[in-house]
């Protein structure tokens, strides 16, 4: 399996925004997410990190 979770760093800590992401289309200054159970969401902001070999996705909020 190839899909990772992404997280959003609030307060210093990462906190789960998605799990098991599979569809990631940076739009502008929003990220469109899908997982392999169909939900969808879209984030305001931006991809911070992205590490493939841990399946993790790190998305920082515009301010």
Not at 39 to 46: A, P, R
């Amino acid at each position: 399996m190839c899909e990772a979770n992404a997280y959003v760093i609030k307060n210093g800590e990462e906190e789960i925004y998605l799990e098991s992401v599979d569809i990631l289309k940076p739009e502008g200054n929003q990220i469109y997410l899908r997982n392999i159970f169909g939900e969808q969401k879209v984030f305001k902001g931006k991809i911070k990190e992205m590490s493939l070999l841990n399946h993790k996705i790190i998305l920082e909020e515009d301010r």
